[in-house]
């Protein structure tokens, strides 16, 4: 079983040791005293603040076209742009009185100074440190003023975007004059109006041919249904009225098609148009019935021309029609194009002449009246407390060595 660890031991080394801790404590403490008050020079911070800003108004002469800005995504970038190499050696060019030698150097300037964003993202502020509370002002006012010029150079080039557009107008008003151009040759050939003409004629003959074949093809039918009821009478009989009036205007139905009606009424007092018997009837029905095919047969001939006609019109007329389709849609696209680029043309111009910028100095730097070092009181505490520590640290060594050598082993 293992021996419990008494702690009176240890109390006793220590109130037996006590000198060794109180001198070293003391000897901590007057030493971080001298260092602080004798040996560290005074340190003085100066802080310059740089507002981000919005523009109060955005011009929008065309929402097809919007130039983007997002304060909280760009303010990001600013602390970074700030303590960039390009920046800080501008601001040591531009220090005058310049520094001293041996602090004109980038490491040197970066290691005293510091940009940091306020809670407020449209904020940023400049802090510089140095042991001379003027030159401290100096170095963050400086910064500040050469922060503005640099971000707002980097970010407006308001005059690269009115040369940009411009150029962009200048190329999008030659599309639209060659795009017009191109569309006034068409018309200056185009034959729509007399191919929709002639399409229309041909349509209208169309429907003519194809109602008189209709009406002849009615009318084949009802003289085959006359013959075949003549077919049941006897051939010598006389004809019927009734027949022959059917008969009658059969013939007037199907050669009326060509303006001719070559029959002439002659009604006798035996109650018949013509003395004609069922078969003279039957054989004028048969004659009617060969004379209107071949009729319908010529009407089938001129229908079939009249379409093959109207096909090559069609694709005529169709490619006129899509040439000009898209003709048009080049040159609506190209004025609208011509129409965006010129408002914003016009809305850089106008945003050229705001000199205001997206960064503006908020508040230069005062010379500071107090130092933020060294900390006396701070280093002179923390000294007390590792003199404390290495003061026990020793008394438990000194005791240890001092002590018997049976009893250490």
Known sequence: MEDEIDLREYLE?????????????????????????????PGYEASALVLITQP????????????????????????????????????LDSLDPPLPEEQRTLQGLRSKVRASAGADPSLLELSAANGEPVRAAQIANTWAE??????????????????????????????LETAEAALVNFEARNQQAILQARLNAKQMALEDYLSAQHELTVAIENAKVLSQQLADQPASAPASLGN???????QIQGLS??????????VTSGGS?????????????????????????????????????????????Q??????????????????????????????????QDETGEVRL?????????????????NILIAGFLGLFLGVFVAFFVEYWQAPRDKKG
């Open 13 to 41: 080394v220590l109130i037996r040791r006590w000198p060794w801790i109180v001198a070293l404590a003391v000897l901590a403490v007057l030493t971080a005293a001298l260092i602080s008050f004798f040996v560290l020079q």
């Open 56 to 91: 109060r108004y955005q011009l929008r002469f065309d929402p097809r076209l919007e130039t983007l800005s997002d304060i909280e995504t760009t303010s990001k970038a600013y602390p970074s742009l700030a303590m960039s190499d390009d920046l800080l050696q501008h601001v």
């Open 146 to 175: 050469r922060y503005v010029e640099y971000v707002n150079e980097l970010y407006g080039r308001r005059t690269e975007d009115v040369v940009f557009f411009s150029e962009q107008f200048d190329a999008a008003k030659a599309t």
């Open 244 to 250: 022959e009036l059917a008969a009658l205007l059969l």
């Open 257 to 266: 098609q060509d303006g001719e009606l070559p029959l002439q009424l002659q």
């Open 273 to 317: 148009l013509s003395n004609k018997t069922v078969q003279e009837q039957a054989d004028l029905l048969a004659d009617l019935i060969t004379a209107l095919e071949v009729r319908s047969a010529e009407l089938d001939a001129q229908t079939e021309s009249i379409a093959a006609d109207m096909l090559p019109l069609q694709e005529a007329l």
């Open 319 to 352: 490619q006129a029609t899509l040439e000009k389709e898209e003709l048009t849609r080049e040159r609506d696209v190209a004025r609208s194009t011509y129409t965006t680029l010129a408002n914003k043309v016009e809305e850089a111009r106008i945003a050229a």
């Open 362 to 378: 908020a508040s230069l730097a005062s010379v500071p009246t107090h130092p933020t070092g060294p900390r006396k009181l701070m």
